[in-house]
């Protein structure tokens, strides 16, 4: 079982910061990529960053210059910092790992529980 479990969300006005976290666990092998999504009321998910396994990093249009995704290999952690929020920005943050399970060759996509993110003054 791989579980990946996402924390840091909350209320902030516009302009503020928030720092989500996920954190893997279970019987995982290899992380390779990872992903934070969110998805907005009556909208799709859309891909908001991703970070590989060497740590290459790419980012939505929209958060460039004003997200950074990292991890932490040994910590089977990633993490979202979010500066200069803005209210469309209010949504459900989704975590994304592509994970090789212990004892497996293949690789398999998981998502976590997601956390809410509200920009509002």
């Known amino acids: 079982q791989v579980q990946l479990v996402e924390s840091g969300g909350g209320l902030v006005q516009p302009g503020g910061s928030l720092r989500l976290s996920c954190a893997a666990s279970?019987?995982?092998?290899?992380?390779?990529?990872m992903r934070w999504y969110r998805q907005a009321p009556g909208k799709q998910r859309e891909l908001v960053a991703g970070i590989t396994s060497g740590g290459s990093t790419n980012y939505a249009d929209s958060v460039k210059g004003r997200f950074t995704i990292s991890r932490d290999n040994a910590e089977k952690m990633v993490y979202l910092q979010m500066n200069s929020l803005k209210p469309e920005e209010t949504a459900v943050y989704y975590c994304?790992?592509?994970?090789?399970?212990?004892?497996?060759?293949?690789?398999?996509?998981?998502w976590g529980q997601g956390t809410q993110v509200t920009v509002s003054s």
């Open positions: 279970g019987s995982i092998f290899r992380i390779n990529a």
């Open positions: 994304n790992a592509d994970v090789v399970p212990a004892g497996s060759l293949s690789e398999y996509r998981y």
